[in-house]
């Protein structure tokens, strides 16, 4: 239809008529598609606080921040965080405020589940905690998304055979989630299973994260990536098999640093595809597709055998296991940060899945970097990967489940670089919408507000709301960007 209008309208232009002065609106002008869910993500781990509130489990996040205190920038820990565990009233009315429809959060397994097993009993006050957090954002108009596993494992579930590596630990997050679904099913709409595999993996081969088992790189990667998928396909299974009548949607939250290729040269165009496979591609294609990209698979073969491995450093799924992983998602849950461009080479430890990707990764000098040594603004990458998305896997519906931008506080409110980062952001959205027919349906901004990032213990902050954490009230105050994105909604959103 653009096409035509041109068409129509370039003769005109060099007449010089008055009718040139007609164009149709440009993107940014637009709405979102009606129902588009603006919403905001947090984490239990890295917001809720209360550690150790009545029955509550030890998470491997509460161990290796007590234990090991020098794992974490300052020493810091999630002990109180925000302590939204006590002021979630608080964090629900400021989100109705800004205008979100949605909040991604997630659900912390030991505190329902002390132990991490059904079998051994469930915590009223942890189940109660939830409870209440839902019913208070549906009594308020904001659908939520829920993750019921966000990185805070039960430590008893790691002290037994090794947490994600053993291969018990399906079932037990299989039990996990049919709790959950028994009990806010009819409630929930939009189930996340486990948010960024990918991240997670982290953790059983490089000390990225809890709980930090380097020595196991190469091997423990997989054979956790491989769990987590085997226990995602068990929980959507379920779901489908006993709740589906509620009409609820379930993902994974997949991540990476999208990849495109250094240049046009066939060699980079092979190692950005190799890239996406190796981050993206790991969980998704298998999701929905069955098995591991044939990339992964003949190439993670290939060095297992020239390493003199009898079996591959990659592990394989049985038949049934492929059928019951094929199309286990009903959306694509999708985190954006960043984006890096590839070429062919080796880097990371020797074996990991990083350089089993034979890839490099550079910058590009114009993307702006920021207190994340990981994250520069490249909101190009947003389009492309929401491309991607849409031609190697039939357009899926997809919802953007995180995408933010970190600073360091030092002016608090003043966040003009967050403001531009949403900007540009939710203008490769549109475009993919609207210029290239991809199906997105809602984005959630990292995050609602400053909390407890992980190695970076505070002092990466992402919120749009400050969070004073020298306070015992952890006071919010609205920043710059959490006015701009209330104006923001307000003026796109079909109110
Ligand atoms: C996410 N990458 O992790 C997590 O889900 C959040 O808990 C975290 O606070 C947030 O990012 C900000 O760090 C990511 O390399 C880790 O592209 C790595 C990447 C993306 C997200």
């Given at each position: 239809m653009r096409a035509i209008l041109s068409l129509v309208i370039v003769p005109l232009v060099l007449s010089g008529?008055?009718?040139?002065?007609?164009?149709?609106?440009?993107?940014?002008?637009t709405n979102f598609?009606?129902?588009?869910?603006f919403g905001s993500a947090t984490a239990s781990y890295q917001v809720e606080?209360?550690?150790?509130?009545?029955d509550k489990g030890e998470s491997i996040w509460d161990h290796i921040t007590h234990?090991?205190?020098?794992?974490i920038a300052e020493q810091?820990?999630?002990?109180?965080?925000?302590d939204s565990f006590h002021k979630f009233k608080e964090d629900i009315r400021i989100m109705k405020d800004i205008g979100f429809k949605s909040y991604r959060f997630s659900i912390s397994w030991p505190r329902v589940l002390p132990t991490g097993k059904v079998a051994d009993g469930y915590s009223k006050t942890g189940l109660n905690y939830y409870t209440e957090l839902i019913d208070e954002l549906l009594a308020n108009g904001i659908e939520p998304l829920v993750t019921?596993?966000?990185?805070?494992?039960p430590q008893a579930l790691q002290e037994e055979r090794g947490g994600w590596l053993n291969p018990n630990i399906s079932d037990y997050f299989a039990d996990y989630a049919d709790f959950m679904f028994s009990k806010f099913a009819p409630k929930v709409k939009y189930w996340i299973t486990i948010n960024e595999p990918l991240s997670i993996v982290n953790g059983y081969g490089d000390?990225?994260?809890?709980?930090?088992?380097?020595?196991?790189h190469g091997i423990g990667e997989y054979v956790a990536g491989h769990n987590l998928l085997l226990a995602h396909s068990k929980a959507y299974k379920l779901y489908q098999d006993k709740y589906s009548h509620n009409l609820g949607k379930i993902s994974m939250a997949f991540c990476g640093s999208y990849c495109a290729p250094a240049s046009d040269s066939v060699e980079d165009i092979e190692a950005a595809e190799r890239c996406y496979q190796f981050t993206f591609g790991w969980f998704i294609h298998p999701v929905l597709?069955?098995?591991?990209h044939p990339l992964l698979r003949s190439i993670i073969d290939e060095n297992s055998q020239w390493e003199g491995?009898?079996?591959?450093r990659l592990p394989y799924f049985s038949q049934q296991e492929i059928d019951q992983l094929?199309?286990?998602?009903?959306?694509l849950g999708l985190n954006y940060y960043t984006m890096l461009l590839a070429k062919p080479g080796l880097a990371g430890l020797d074996p990991s899945d990083q350089r089993d990707s034979r890839v490099v990764t550079l910058w590009d000098p114009s993307w702006k970097p920021t207190v994340a040594s990981w994250l520069r603004v490249a909101p190009e990458g947003l389009r492309m990967l929401l491309n991607k998305v849409k031609n190697d896997y039939g357009n899926p519906e997809v919802l953007i489940t995180e995408n933010g931008y970190p600073d360091d506080?030092?002016?608090?409110?003043?966040?003009t670089e967050r403001i531009n980062y949403y900007e540009t952001h939710f203008a490769a959205i549109r475009q993919a919408i609207y210029e290239d027919g991809c199906n997105v349906v809602g984005h959630t901004s990292w995050s609602l507000m400053d909390n407890?990032?992980?190695?970076?213990g505070y002092k990466a902050k992402f919120g749009i709301f400050s969070v004073d954490f020298n306070s015992p009230n952890r006071t919010r105050t609205m920043k710059k960007s959490a006015y701009w994105l209330k104006n923001y909604i307000a003026m796109h959103d079909y109110l």
């Open positions: 008529s008055f009718a040139t002065q007609y164009r149709p609106p440009p993107v940014s002008h598609p009606k129902g588009f869910l606080g209360a550690w150790n509130d009545t234990n090991n205190p020098n794992f810091q820990n999630g002990d109180i965080a925000d019921l596993y966000h990185w805070d494992l000390d990225a994260r809890a709980p930090a088992l380097k020595e196991l597709k069955g098995d591991y491995r009898k079996t591959s094929k199309g286990s998602a009903d959306f506080g030092s002016d608090p409110l003043n966040d407890f990032e992980w190695r970076d």
